[in-house]
């Protein structure tokens, strides 16, 4: 081990980002409610100022996984499609495999400067973790329950307060639901077959309806969708943890771009289009396992320098003010205060990790594990 990855794999340096990333997000937070007066005045200038006060926080995260870990990400597409990426609105339709797909997710975002404005279609759960979730209710991401006959109603909702939204983003749907593992795979194939359809060997069964309510609410504003497959090279399935750790692996991500105009408006033939599109996806992955690649031309983005020197603002922010903290501490030699900032430490650094938790797949939901009654609609 270099003496770079020890240091990168120091609990000191962990603290040290977990810290700039607290305060700062809480800091972003906070400006972000100051922000709600503007939302009366001019809508539009609120959500510009919330897409770049959202930028401040999850480039962090991006920082840490381009420049902290030195992940490579490699993407495959067509070069005709290429030009229109990050220059439309588009619906994503991705794999949900891994700890961390959403943030290579974020880093593609990044490399066609849409990151601040993207959106999800996230579990309500999420709309409760401090600082990101406070950061997105900002945003306008969509939230579900996963519950059908609540969500059909606010999902189209806030889906439709997007139409008039002023910046490029990317929608993505995990259509999956939850993430993959070998019990809930298990459950959704036994689903399929119910249902007639071909077995996956790599996907849990799509849910069909967030798809369709999002492509109906979308028409006419998102130009196309990016059928976008994630994978590892060497059969890596990095984590958040990982990556704080300083790994660096290696992201590929093959991307189709489908115009909007092909898929289906009927409910029926909308869902078995989106059936047939993750058999493709599930050929796909068979043909990384098998080869190591996708098929078709590397067209790789430049990472760009705008989220290092946004983390590096942040540290040099925030940084000095604690080193002048601790040294002011230790030479007062007082025990109450002393104690006191080791609570706050370890009460900060304990809040992170909980966060770091909710990207974690064993301490995933049970939404999957059990077979939702079969609708007949
Ligand atoms: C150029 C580069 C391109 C791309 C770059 C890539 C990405 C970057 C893009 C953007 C990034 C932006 C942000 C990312 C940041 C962070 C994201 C982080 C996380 C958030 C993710 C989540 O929270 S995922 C969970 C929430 N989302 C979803 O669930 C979406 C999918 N779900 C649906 O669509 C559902 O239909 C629903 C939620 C709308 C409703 O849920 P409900 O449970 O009520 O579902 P259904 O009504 O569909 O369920 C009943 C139907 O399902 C069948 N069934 C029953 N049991 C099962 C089972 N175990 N498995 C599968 N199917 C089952 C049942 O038979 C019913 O079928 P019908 O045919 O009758 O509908
Ligand atoms: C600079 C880095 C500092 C590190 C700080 C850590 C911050 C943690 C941010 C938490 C972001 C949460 C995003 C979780 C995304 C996710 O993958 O959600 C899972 C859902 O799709 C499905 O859930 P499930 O049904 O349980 O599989």
């Not at 962990?14 to 937070?29: D, Q, T």
């Not at 480039?59 to 992940?71: C, D, K, P, R």
């Not at 993750?278 to 067209?299: L, R």
Request: proline share 5%; charged share 20%; glycine share 6%.
């Amino acid at each position: 081990m270099g003496l770079l990855q020890l240091l990168k794999s120091q609990l000191l340096c962990h603290l040290i980002i977990c810290y700039v990333f607290l305060v700062s997000g809480l800091i972003i937070n906070l400006l972000q409610l100051c922000t709600l007066p503007l939302w009366l005045l001019s809508k539009q200038l609120a959500r510009r100022v919330n897409i770049r006060l959202a930028y401040c926080i999850s480039s962090q995260m991006v920082a840490a996984l381009e420049w902290w870990s030195g992940t490579e990400c490699t993407l495959y597409t067509d070069p005709e499609s290429y030009p229109l990426y990050g220059n439309e609105n588009a619906i994503v339709v991705l794999n949900h495999s891994y700890e961390i797909d959403f943030l290579c997710g974020w880093t593609f975002c990044e490399r066609f400067g849409v990151l601040g404005s993207s959106k999800v279609l996230a579990k309500k759960d999420l709309a409760y973790v401090p600082i990101i979730g406070w950061m997105w209710y900002f945003l306008e991401i969509v939230f579900c329950k996963r519950k059908w006959e609540e969500d059909r109603r606010t999902v189209s909702q806030s889906l439709q307060n997007l139409r008039d939204y002023p910046e490029k983003y990317w929608f993505l749907l995990y259509c999956e639901g939850t993430r993959f593992t070998p019990k809930k795979h298990q459950i959704s194939m036994q689903v399929a077959e119910s249902k007639g359809l071909p077995k996956l060997k790599y996907h849990l069964l799509p849910r069909t309806k967030g798809f369709w309510v999002t492509v109906q609410n979308l028409r006419g504003t998102a130009a196309a969708v990016y059928d976008s497959t994630l994978n590892f090279r060497n059969n890596e399935a990095p984590t958040l943890l990982d990556i704080l750790n300083g790994k660096k692996y290696h992201a590929d991500l093959y991307v189709r771009r489908i115009p909007l105009e092909m898929i289906p408006e009927d409910e029926a033939e909308c869902a078995a289009w989106l059936h047939k599109l993750y058999q493709e996806k599930d050929s796909f992955q068979e043909h990384y396992t098998q080869t190591g690649c996708f098929p078709g031309p590397v067209v790789s983005p430049p990472r760009r320098p705008w989220t290092l020197i946004n983390w590096l603002f942040w540290c040099s922010l925030l940084l000095y003010p604690l080193a002048l903290l601790l040294t002011q501490l230790i030479s007062s030699g007082s025990i109450l205060p002393i104690l006191a900032s080791v609570a706050l430490c370890s009460a900060g650094s304990l809040g992170v990790r909980w966060m770091i938790g909710q990207t974690e797949i064993n301490r995933g939901s049970s939404y999957g594990n059990t077979k939702a009654p079969l609708n007949s609609n």
